[in-house]
């Protein structure tokens, strides 16, 4: 099948399962939604992401970096990783020739900024020269370039800055871990010909960091052979530059996309960010206060912390700012209304959430205007509106108990409820109201 870029751009990677609807997404152009407080530095800082390669190593016919997790693009995380850091002036992709408009698409419809695509070479060397070329005059003199395989999406801000410090200090730096298997030398007959000593080696990861004279230098000075069965930054700037970069020991999460399990890998890792911690709405009754109470007992224990509150007013609205999926607690006579209200509210708080929001609207009476298979078809058709704002929306019918120890059996039904919803996002469930 001939896959053109809406195709490629809405693929998912494992062709059997659906691919999640490509969504506008409310964030405002250039606010981030996340900047931790306390780091900065005193010098220019751009990065140049190399995006051009074919990820032949998954098998897949979609480059890796644009395959989808949970309904974004893989690059689309490591271009947030950067842009999210107020240090960091500018990002540069370099991506094949043909993916240009793809990514301008992605650039776009994830509302990323600070970002700029160039086009790339026929070698990761190659592809990582044009983005050192493509970087202004503001950008070279004095700055330090970043250097980071678009398919390694989790960097965080603490690791930047030592990188892009010790550039500066050292003209190069980068990120190393220590190897898991030995390497060995093999005889050109595939026998054993020594082993190295594995203590005494690291693996060369990312993110890299250098100064611009270094890295622009070592690129203007090294052979047709480095560009083109090259794999390392830090040995053209020895070789070329005499400059010995700093190491700096990362974390595991340094790791790069290479074969299509890294892809699943990726996802889980997202899927448990996000299913770390929700707000839970009581509406202000006493009922629904005692139910957030036990849930946030029992829902702690399974891994997400529930804050809770009785309204988004005043300054509740911080549940808006921050990341995380909310649960709707409703006591008494069903009101879809109140369920509405929520997903205008999310919806205009432009929540900066560049993936799906779980909402769990969880309705707690004994006796109702609405039966449980209207309150079906209302969960159901208030999930189709949910959804055109990337959340998913799920339905838990709770009946009370004055026996004590019903009561325990169903709060502890609803916590392993939620705990699921949030956890696997199940596509399947969306719509669904799950009796507790
Ligand atoms: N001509 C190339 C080749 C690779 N890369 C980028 O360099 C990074 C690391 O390279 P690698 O993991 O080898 O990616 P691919 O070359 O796409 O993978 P494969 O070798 O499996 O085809 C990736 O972000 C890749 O897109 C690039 O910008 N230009
Ligand atoms: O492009 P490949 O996956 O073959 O290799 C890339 C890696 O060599 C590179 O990302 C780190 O080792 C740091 O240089």
């Known amino acids: 099948m001939e896959v053109n870029d809406t195709d490629v751009r809405r693929e998912r990677c494992d062709p059997d399962r659906p691919a999640h609807p490509g969504v506008f997404l409310t964030r405002e152009a250039g606010k981030s939604d996340h900047q931790p407080a306390g780091l900065s530095?005193?010098?220019?800082?751009?990065?140049v992401l190399p995006a051009g390669g074919t990820g032949e190593r998954t098998g897949l016919r979609t480059p890796k970096q644009f395959c989808s997790l949970l309904g974004r693009p893989l690059i689309s995380y490591t271009v947030q990783?950067?842009?999210?850091?107020?240090?960091?002036?500018?990002?540069?992709?370099?991506?094949?020739?043909?993916?240009?408009?793809?990514?301008?698409?992605?650039?776009?419809?994830?509302?990323?900024?600070?970002v700029r695509a160039v086009p790339g070479g026929?070698?990761?060397?190659?592809?990582?020269?044009?983005?050192?070329?493509?970087?202004?005059?503001?950008e070279g003199e004095g700055a330090v370039v970043i250097v980071h395989d678009a398919v390694r999406p989790f960097v965080d801000e603490d690791?930047?800055?030592?990188?892009?410090?010790?550039?500066?200090?050292h003209g190069a730096a980068g990120a190393i871990r220590p190897l898991v298997s030995t390497v060995i030398a093999t005889t050109s007959e595939g026998y054993l010909d020594h082993s190295l000593e594995r203590a005494k080696y690291r693996a060369s990861e990312m993110p890299q960091g250098f100064t611009y004279d270094v890295i622009s230098r070592a690129y203007q000075r090294c052979s047709e052979s480095d560009f083109e069965f090259g794999t390392e930054c830090l040995h053209l700037a020895l070789q070329y530059c005499g400059t010995n970069a700093k190491l700096i020991q990362g974390p595991p999460t340094l790791w790069k996309v290479t074969y299509k399990r890294d892809l699943a890998a990726a996802e889980s890792i997202?899927?448990?960010?996000?299913?770390?911690?929700?707000?839970?709405?009581?509406?202000g009754s006493a009922s629904g206060a005692a139910l957030a109470g036990a849930l946030r007992e029992a829902v702690g224990a399974l891994g997400t912390e529930l804050e809770v509150v009785p309204d988004l007013r005043g300054e509740n609205a911080r549940c808006l700012a921050k990341e995380g999926n909310f649960i709707l607690v409703s006591v008494g006579p069903s009101r879809p209304s109140?369920?509405?209200?929520?997903?205008?509210?999310?919806?205009?708080?432009?929540?900066?959430?560049?993936?799906?929001?779980?909402?769990?609207?969880v309705h707690m009476s004994d006796s109702d205007e609405l039966s449980v298979s209207g309150r079906a078809a209302a969960v159901m058709d208030l999930s189709s509106a949910a959804k055109l704002r990337n959340i998913l929306l799920y339905g838990i019918q709770l009946h009370p108990s004055k026996d004590a120890e019903r009561w325990e059996r169903s709060v502890s039904r609803v916590a392993e409820l939620t705990s699921v919803?949030?956890?696997?996002?199940?596509?399947?469930?969306?719509?669904?109201l799950l009796q507790a």
């Not at 950067?82 to 793809?102: G, K, P, Y």
């Not at 997202?270 to 509406?283: E, Q």
Request: glycine share 4%.
């Open 421 to 432: 919803l949030i956890r696997d996002r199940s596509p399947a469930l969306v719509g669904q």
């Open 81 to 114: 990783a950067f842009e999210r850091v107020s240090w960091i002036q500018s990002v540069v992709v370099v991506v094949a020739e043909e993916n240009m408009d793809l990514m301008t698409d992605v650039v776009q419809r994830f509302r990323h900024t600070k």
């Open 41 to 47: 530095v005193d010098f220019p800082v751009s990065v």
């Open 338 to 361: 109140e369920v509405e209200a929520l997903l205008t509210e999310l919806e205009a708080a432009n929540r900066a959430l560049l993936h799906p929001l779980v909402v769990i609207w």
């Open 122 to 138: 026929s070698t990761r060397h190659r592809s990582i020269w044009n983005g050192v070329l493509a970087l202004g005059e503001g």
């Open 270 to 283: 997202i899927k448990d960010a996000l299913s770390r911690s929700a707000c839970v709405i009581t509406g």
């Open 159 to 169: 690791l930047l800055y030592k990188i892009a410090t010790a550039a500066k200090e």
